[in-house]
């Protein structure tokens, strides 16, 4: 199971275009990295610009049949203005 995490505390939130982005990728161990990268465009954008959805083949039973990837490696969500 999956579950996606879309964090933007407004308290942080910044219409500038020297954002950060957090992505939470997923570890094959089953834990997770965060990793931190400055962007040049709103946080939102950026996110939907390079996500990709990868329809499963053949999900276990309670397993998302779609994995959600930046870079090609699974992600469970992302935190703006990181």
């Not at 089953?30 to 610009?49: A, F, M, R």
């Not at 329809?55 to 090609?72: G, L, M, S, T, Y």
Request: aromatic share 10%.
């Amino acid at each position: 199971m999956v579950l996606l995490l879309f964090l933007i505390p407004s308290s942080l939130k910044s219409s500038n275009l020297n954002e950060r982005i957090g992505i939470i990728f997923i570890n094959r161990d089953g834990g997770y990295t965060l990793v931190s990268i400055k962007i040049d465009q709103p946080c939102d954008v950026w996110w939907k610009n390079n996500l990709t959805i990868v329809e499963r083949d053949n999900p276990a039973e309670f397993e998302n049949w779609v994995e959600h990837r930046i870079f090609n490696e699974p992600v469970i969500g992302k935190i703006c203005n990181y």
